[in-house]
């Protein structure tokens, strides 16, 4: 008989035979889904020889839901995610410029899931456009519920955009061109350290040797620099015994009078990638990038950067940028977690024009499972759909995305990936 995953005591408890609510998502959501499940479950089978299984709870969000119950987001899809702790979804529908906001915003919002987490590494045998694709290797913690995405915003010659730029000038002294749209970017001291606490404390049970700050403080002083203040804040404060600031690391080098200047620069391009440099004492070095600069790092000198912590459309950009270096959102997994509840998802849109032609990539819906996985403790099966998957990988049994890039190389349906990787169990 299958159970319900609970909190107690501060702790995760995953009952052997748990209850997994899922939404299958828009568009190419019922293929993906269905091929992604067909993996995870008969992974379980073989892996735990039946002594733990996975009972799938569908619950609805999108299109389906609207055509079911005459809503996109009914309330009962929010509070049985909350209930049952861990869930996983496939994309869902969200407009351009008008109609309903992004579910997936209200879906984080609703839930305070606050850290869209993003794992991004190569698999091998993917095309990239990159020449060293297996030197990146980031987990980018982005901010989920403030900053631009708060969704605080009037249109331009609303009533309320009109009050505003008024109250701006006449209170403030700051001048807004009066055909203005508004929007309010919050930055919070709140959902600064929680998020950085989670990037950290994942750096320290993870073995990771970094964690980046990204941020644009240089310009938006109060909001993306309170965001860099506030999390070497947390850093030193919480976890003083773990970590060790880029700056204090760079302090012992300069110091050391035996130390020649060459010596001293390759010691702190070591410290700039987390390696032993100075009196880290094998201690997670804590440093902070501007944005910008971030996007041209990751390029250039990727294995330099771990794990990285950000506000929310940083990391929206990021994880994006990244995930096209090892082959693009169709391999990119995520999720979207709180204190302990933890929704995993596709990184990517519905694709509405290959919708039941059991043709995309179920890459990225599937690793979001192995991320789900490793969540609940189930590392063995985590591990063996990885594996897994770099063999079909490697075998070029892979679909149309992966296929077009690959020389000579025939697609199969998605559908017939899922039973290939299955297969390599």
């Known amino acids: 008989m299958a159970d319900k995953i609970t909190v107690k005591d501060g702790k995760i408890e995953i009952p052997d035979n748990s209850i997994i609510p899922f939404i299958e998502g828009d ?19 073989k892996i735990y020889a039946g002594k733990r299984k996975i009972e799938w709870k569908e619950i609805y969000a999108g299109e389906k839901a609207n055509e079911k119950v005459g809503s996109f987001l009914p309330e009962e899809t929010p509070e049985t995610i909350e209930e049952h702790v861990i869930a996983i979804k496939g994309p869902l529908t969200t407009p351009v410029g008008g109609g309903f906001r992004s579910l997936n915003v209200s879906l984080r919002q609703i839930l305070d899931l ?15 456009p990159v020449r060293h694709p297996e030197k990146l290797d980031v987990v980018v913690f982005r901010e989920n519920t403030e900053d631009v995405y708060a969704g605080i915003e009037w249109e331009q010659g609303s009533t309320e955009a009109k009050k505003i730029i008024d109250f701006i000038g006449t209170e403030l002294g700051k001048k807004i061109r009066p055909d203005s749209g508004i929007g309010i970017k919050p930055i ?50 919480e976890f003083r ?24 620069e390759g010691a702190f391009a070591d410290l700039r990638g987390g390696k032993p440099a100075g009196d880290s004492g ?67 849109g519905t694709a509405p024009k290959y919708r039941g032609m059991d043709k995309v990539n179920p890459g990225s819906l599937l690793l979001s499972g192995v991320m789900m996985l490793e969540y609940m403790g ?48």
């Open 114 to 128: 606050y850290a869209c987490v993003r794992p991004v590494s190569w698999v091998k045998g993917v095309p990239a």
């Open 378 to 425: 189930w590392k063995e099966a985590a591990d063996a759909i990885r594996a897994a998957l770099e063999k079909t990988v490697l075998e070029k049994k892979v679909t149309y995305d992966l296929a077009r890039q690959m020389e000579g190389v025939s697609p199969v349906k998605t559908s017939n990936f899922a039973k290939a990787i299955v297969a390599n169990l």
């Open 27 to 45: 568009g190419i959501g019922p293929d993906i889904m269905s091929a992604s499940m067909h993996v995870w479950d008969s992974t379980v089978e």
């Open 188 to 237: 919070s001291v709140t959902g600064t350290k929680r998020l950085v606490r989670k990037a950290i404390r994942y750096a320290i049970d993870n073995n990771r040797r970094t964690v980046t700050l990204v941020h644009k403080g240089n310009i938006m002083k109060f909001t993306e620099g309170a965001f860099k203040i506030w999390g070497y804040e947390l850093a030193v404060d």
């Open 282 to 348: 094998g201690r997670i070095v804590v440093k902070d990038r501007i944005a910008d600069q971030t996007f041209q790092q990751v390029l250039l000198r990727p294995a330099e950067y771990d794990v990285l912590a950000m506000p929310n459309l940083n990391g929206d950009y990021l994880s994006d940028a990244c995930a096209a270096q090892v082959g693009g959102l169709g391999l990119a997994p995520g999720a979207n977690i709180g204190d302990f509840v933890a929704l995993f998802e596709a990184t990517h």
């Open 241 to 264: 015994d773990f970590v060790i600031t880029e700056a204090e690391l760079w302090d012992q080098v300069m110091a050391d009078d035996g130390v020649t200047p060459t010596t001293k």
